[in-house]
């Protein structure tokens, strides 16, 4: 693991920072050194669960984690040190630890979305305690000044006040109808958070079932359910993909998927929460929507599908 | 995907032929029921581990079986009752049954990815699909019965996929997956939505329980999937809720268990509804009452329907 066995040290395969090899985590993201890399013949490689009770420095600041079916992430906050969550994560609290609510800006778009109006801000000195309340993973990112990720939405769990938030489109749906009958469709949500670091900072994201990480390459793609999606780099190109899969009757459902294209980091989840819906056809997919039909005879369908000539490459 | 027809009664029993399970994970045994694939080295007799799960005799220097994944190299774990807990595959343990490849990834909710060459089909239910390649296509099949299996609350359709390509599948809850390589002709039966995926050579369907819709789905009727291998040896893989567990019941051998408990049962074991004693607060519950021989599975998390 060592990349220079001379200088002795230890560049972390999960978040890519430099460490203390002699250490048992490593101290920027709580990934065990001594564990072997599992990856599978795929290039799935899992992400190792966090130890029960690995520290992990940010800033003056240190966070440990508890636990390890439901994780909770623990934080001693140095005086004047903020850290920003969402209030349903909040576990506990001391008393001296400085609570305060934390606007945030397009409150009708996040309305619409579902998501979160107001955070919450804590201050030390004090500490506090996060936790998601599904069984998981608890996972850790470091992020150096300038650098960026897009997590899926309702996976964020904590970040320090180094790091700024914003949501973008996921431009990832499929319409239905025309005009004032128009619907809408987002299979992965509405928006993506994107994390960016103004300075050194930490992120905390909480994965439902076990946690796997994926190297794209240059144009490598992969099609995946969309909700299993937990978070990728910016410059991973994310659009929507619907295959139907080959049947001598025509009234199979679409089968929604999102389409990651490399060069870039992907993360998923294996615990996704599928929902049944009925997709039958659409007018008009998201920006370069993508489709595959495996039916060797076209015109069996029912007339009624609509869907545009393909765009599978 | 072969759906074949559910066997005679007469013809049930089989899965009694099945080696008993041993005490200990590892059993040497000495030159007899050489897996295909092993080297043959004149006659020297070659040590084989034979494993605790499947039965399956694999070549010397194994640590996992190469059939069902089990790690070979721990020792059983067996209550002092008889259930024998479902092995804790590892972490990318790799198997293989006929021409299919698969890998278990995960502990919390693990997902199986497969490996399939060209012409190598399996078929699952539609929303355990987690991710898949360009080139794995899919075909959709109607189950029999599907208006009975609607109604039920079951799946009455399945996707198969074929290679060459990889794929992966999840169950999508916290549990484990239970391989089960599936002799020729044994069948298996299975509960409700607990049918992860399966090789195209095992036929499924389902079997109609009388007087027990009430105990296991508090639903107009009950079904439980059955699952058969045709003429060569199948896998098939389930997802158990929380910890799995099996027990092999010997011939007349009885055993009670909550009905949400129950996942899997050899096709010779019968199930009966057996009242809960009478008390305050029973109302009309009922146990399943599991009569061998045969294996029986169960899960260890379950919602109670009268605590729920």
């Not at chain 1, 349903?88 to 009708?108: E, S």
């Not at chain 1, 996040?110 to 996060?130: F, Q, S, W």
């Not at chain 1, 650098?147 to 964020?156: G, S, T």
Request: proline share 7%; aromatic share 8%.
């Amino acid at each position: 693991m060592s990349e220079h066995p001379g200088l002795e040290t230890y560049v972390c395969p999960y978040c890519r920072l430099s460490s203390d090899p002699s250490s048992p985590a490593c101290p920027n993201c709580g990934a065990p050194v001594s564990t072997r890399e599992l990856r599978d013949d795929e290039g799935w490689v899992e992400q190792p669960p966090i130890r029960d009770m690995a520290r992990i420095q940010f800033g003056r600041s240190q966070c440990q984690i508890a636990g390890t079916y439901v994780p909770v992430a623990e934080m001693s906050l140095a005086p004047g040190e903020q850290v920003y969550f969402s209030h349903h994560v909040l576990l506990w609290a001391d008393p001296g630890t400085q609570l305060a609510a934390r606007q945030m800006a397009k409150g009708w778009d996040r309305r619409k979305a579902g998501m979160p109006l107001v955070m919450m801000e804590a201050t030390g000195p004090g500490r506090i305690a996060v936790s998601d309340d599904e069984p998981g993973e608890l996972i850790a990112v470091p992020l150096e000044g300038g650098q960026a990720i897009e997590v899926a939405e309702h996976h964020f769990l904590m970040a320090t006040s180094a790091v700024s938030y914003e949501w973008l489109h996921t431009r990832t749906w499929w319409a239905l109808g025309k005009g004032s009958n128009r619907e809408l469709f987002y299979p992965r949500g509405r928006y993506v958070d994107r994390f960016t670091a103004q300075q050194r900072g930490l992120l905390l994201l909480h994965a439902n079932g076990n946690a796997f990480i994926r190297d794209l390459r240059d144009d490598e793609r992969i099609y995946l359910t969309p909700r299993a999606l937990l978070y990728k780099d910016p410059k991973v190109y994310m659009n929507i993909h619907m295959e139907r899969p080959a049947s001598p009757r025509a009234h199979w459902k679409l089968i929604p998927m999102i389409r990651l294209t490399g060069p870039g980091r992907v993360a998923i989840q294996s615990q996704y929460g599928f929902e049944a819906e009925s997709h039958y056809g659409w007018d008009e997919l998201g920006p370069d929507g993508s489709w595959r039909n495996w039916n060797p005879d076209p015109s069996r369908w029912r007339p009624v599908i609509k869907e545009r000539e393909p765009l599978y490459p | 995907m072969a759906v074949h027809a559910v066997p005679s009664r007469s013809t049930r029993g089989q899965g009694s032929n099945v080696p008993v399970a041993v005490g200990l994970a590892r059993l040497v045994v000495m030159g007899v029921g050489r897996p295909p694939h092993a080297e043959r080295r004149g006659a020297a007799a070659v040590e084989r581990i034979a494993c605790s799960w499947c039965h399956y005799e694999n070549e010397p220097g194994r640590t996992s079986c190469g059939t069902c994944g089990a790690p070979l190299d721990v020792a059983n774990a067996v209550s002092e009752s008889g259930w024998r807990a479902a092995p804790r595959l590892r972490e990318m343990a790799e198997f293989r049954v006929g021409n299919v490849t698969c890998q278990i990834a995960g502990q919390v909710v693990p997902v199986a990815e497969f490996t399939l060459a060209d012409g190598d089909t399996i078929y699952f239910e539609q929303h355990t699909l987690l991710w898949k390649e360009r080139t794995v296509s899919l075909t959709g099949k109607n189950l029999k019965s599907a208006g009975r299996r609607t109604i039920a609350g079951m799946p009455h359709s399945v996707i198969e996929a074929g290679g060459p390509g990889r794929i992966a599948v999840t169950r999508d809850a916290s549990g484990e997956v239970v391989v089960l390589p599936l002799h020729p002709g044994i069948e298996t039966d299975v509960r409700g939505h607990a049918f992860l995926a399966a090789s195209q050579n095992v036929g499924y369907d389902f079997i109609r329980i009388e007087k027990l819709a009430s105990m296991l789905h508090g639903g107009p009727g009950m079904y439980l999937d059955r699952f058969v291998a045709s003429d060569t040896q199948g896998l098939l893989l389930l997802h158990g809720y929380g910890n799995v567990f099996q027990r092999r019941l010997g011939v007349g051998e009885k055993i009670l268990v909550e009905p949400g408990g129950f996942l899997y049962k050899d096709a010779p074991v019968t199930v009966s509804p057996v009242p809960v004693q009478a008390g305050a607060g029973f109302r009309h519950a009922n146990w399943a009452e599991l009569t061998g021989p045969g294996r029986v599975g169960i899960q260890s998390m379950y919602v109670h329907r009268h605590s729920s």
